[in-house]
């Protein structure tokens, strides 16, 4: 199957996690990526697994920060010189942040968990739509969270964060739409990823395995979600196949957020 061939995709956070799972299947798909994250080392190591795989593949590497928003202006702008074009756009970098009561939750931390995970989002939306629109088409997929559509606990920055992304991605779906452009977003429950491990670990130590345990039983799946099951959704969304969907926010957490 390839629904990316001559497409140009952009994935921001694709060091790591949910963005490297997803550049993977995209550059399976024949897209050109635009790899974009504030680790350097983790962006070479997406790219040497993409290359493992697909030799041929076309990647534009751009280490930028997120909530800087003259370096999304600069990513969009890089991508658009080299290609002409973005025809997908991959919405994903973001942090969880440090876990506490919302009366301990620190103001900096605060801030700095919503200027990635919200600014970073907005600002990637504010340029790559003005350059969708101009063209006539175009997909965009935020990441959410189901910490953006139900109460988690002990993570004020993120919650707030998560919520922000998901009006954003409302907003945006009904403001874009009669450009030919969709506007969705994903909600992953418990995937395991590097910021999973390290939510894990926040909550459990160096007992964070067992603490993991305990955490997935109340699942309806009882298990985790594993990043190539994120991967196939964000593909199948950014793809021509799902155009009609626009301005929803699609779980993927085995059902968890549909339970009392």
Not at 80 to 85: C, N
Not at 153 to 160: C, F, L, V
Request: aromatic content about 8%.
């Amino acid at each position: 199957m390839n629904r990316f061939e001559q497409k140009v995709v952009i994935i921001t956070g694709a060091g790591s996690g949910l963005g490297q799972s997803a550049a993977l299947q995209i550059a399976k798909e024949g897209a050109k990526l635009v790899l974009v994250d504030l680790n350097e080392k983790g962006l070479e190591t997406t790219k040497q697994q993409i290359l493992d795989v697909i030799p041929s593949a076309e990647l534009l590497l751009i280490t930028a920060n997120v909530a800087k928003e003259e370096e999304v202006q600069n990513y969009v702008n890089q991508t658009v010189e080299k290609f002409g074009k973005i025809d997908a756009f991959f919405n994903n970098a973001g942090i969880e942040g440090k876990q506490d009561l919302t009366e301990e939750f620190g103001s900096d931390e605060f801030h700095k968990v919503v200027s990635i995970n919200l600014d970073g989002a907005f600002y990637g939306l504010k340029y790559v739509l003005k350059v969708m629109k101009n063209q006539g088409y175009g997909s965009v997929v935020n990441t959410a969270s189901v910490g953006g559509i139900r109460g988690i606990g002990s993570q004020s920055g993120y919650a707030a964060s998560k919520h922000g992304v998901v009006g954003l991605t409302k907003n945006s779906g009904i403001e874009y739409g009669q450009y030919g452009i969709s506007v969705k977003a994903i909600a992953p429950g418990a995937i395991m990823t590097p910021m999973v491990e390290g939510s894990l670990r926040q909550i459990g130590g160096d007992d964070w395995e067992k603490a993991g345990e305990e955490f997935i039983q109340p699942n309806p799946m009882k298990r985790y979600g594993k990043p190539e099951e994120v991967a196939y959704l964000v593909a199948f969304l950014l793809s021509n196949q799902a155009d009609y969907i626009n301005a929803v926010v699609i779980p993927i957490d085995g059902g968890q957020s549909n339970k009392y």
